[in-house]
């Protein structure tokens, strides 16, 4: 019961937060989304055995249910869905793993109950599993996170980062490159289809009639430093 209610709070929350302009990011208002997306994806997944996906096929149910005291809801039920269709994507790819793995090194735990710094940053890093998570899970199970190991291994781990950054500005571009969630609201918002790259598999033909739908030049390279 407690992951039903968990769920239905969830994609209540993050669908308005949405449709009010907030995307899942790692920064401010926007890492709460993602951590409430990322709650209500194990719980569904871990607790009732929920399917790849689950959780954004129920925008349309909260849309026919609360758009008439918030048809916002309704306008931007497309775009809702494919922001929390991405995130959620992203995220279960690594779940799955992550949650197998976090069982083991739990099991490993001594007396003191203290989950691991370390090996919290291991999953963080090599897992994609994100510390609050991690945080949660050893709550649940009664232990408690080595937070001062595991930001010792981020110091570490972000003066190599930092290093290796300076190097490439040297010898680089130095772009941002990366495609993340406000990219692809972007993309949603001003109507540009996803990739259609069916054609990748047919190589005993020309390739006609593609069309280029938008060009990203990387992070932060435009005025509105969203890249397109």
Request: hydrophobic share 40%; glycine share 8%.
């Amino acid at each position: 019961d407690m992951a039903y209610r968990v769920i239905a709070d969830h994609i209540r929350t993050l669908s308005f937060a949405i449709a009010d302009g907030a995307v899942p990011s790692n920064e401010g208002r926007g890492y709460v989304l993602r951590r409430v997306l990322r709650r209500a994806v194990r719980y569904g997944r871990q607790n009732l055995g929920a399917e790849l996906g689950f959780f954004s096929t129920l925008v349309p149910k909260l849309v026919s249910v609360m758009s008439d005291v918030f048809p916002e809801i309704a306008e931007k039920q497309e775009y809702v869905t494919a922001i929390i269709r991405e995130e959620e994507e992203s995220f279960s790819r690594t779940l799955d793993n992550g949650l197998v793995k976090f069982k083991e090194l739990a099991q490993n735990v001594g007396d003191d109950k203290v989950f691991s710094g370390a090996d919290a940053h291991f999953l963080y890093t090599t897992m994609g599993f994100p510390i609050d998570l991690t945080e949660l899970m050893a709550e649940e199970m009664g232990l408690t996170i080595d937070k001062d190991g595991f930001e010792a291994k981020m110091k570490e781990e972000h003066d190599l980062s930092a290093a290796a950054h300076l190097a490439k500005m040297a010898g680089g571009s130095g772009k941002d490159m990366r495609m993340v969630a406000e990219q692809t609201a972007h993309l949603v918002s001003q109507g540009v289809p996803a990739t259609d790259d069916s054609e990748k598999y047919v190589w005993d033909k020309a390739l006609d009639g593609c069309t280029a739908k938008a060009l990203f030049i990387g992070r932060g390279e435009t005025e509105d430093k969203i890249g397109f």
